[in-house]
Nanobody, 124 residues
Framework: QVQLVESGGGLVQAGGSLRLSCAAS????????MGWFRQAPGKEREFVAA???????YYTDSVKGRFTISRDNAKNTADLQMNSLTPEDTAVYYC??????????????????WGQGTQVTVSS
């Protein structure tokens, strides 16, 4: 069983930055693909970013150049640095872990474990 705990959400003005962190339990963290998803009110949960065990990263188009996903295998953490935030980034952000073998990083179905979510609100 893997437990994921997110932190770092909050309220920020447009143009500001936030850093989300996801702490994972489990002795095989290095084998997980880690992902960040978000869900805005009335919308489906959508893919934001993912990082493979190799360190390869993926982003949805709307956050490319603004968000950076990273992982620290020694600390069992996966972070999402979010810069140049806009009100459209307002959502609950979820951390997720996918066990190997790697699947479609964009699909929620590929992920086995989810955190409880952290609220990010960007004011205009």
């Amino acid at each position: 069983q893997v437990q994921l705990v997110e932190s770092g959400g909050g309220l920020v003005q447009a143009g500001g930055s936030l850093r989300l962190s996801c702490a994972a339990s489990g002795r095989t963290f290095t084998t997980y693909t880690m992902g960040w998803f978000r869900q805005a009110p009335g919308k489906e949960r959508e893919f934001v970013a993912a990082i493979r065990r190799s360190g390869t990263t993926y982003y949805t188009d709307s956050v490319k150049g603004r968000f950076t996903i990273s992982r620290d295998n020694a600390k069992n953490t996966a972070d999402l640095q979010m810069n140049s935030l806009t009100p459209e980034d307002t959502a609950v952000y979820y951390c997720a872990a996918a066990l190997p073998p790697p699947g479609d990083y964009r699909s929620r179905a590929s992920y086995n474990y989810w955190g409880q979510g952290t609220q990010v609100t960007v004011s205009s």
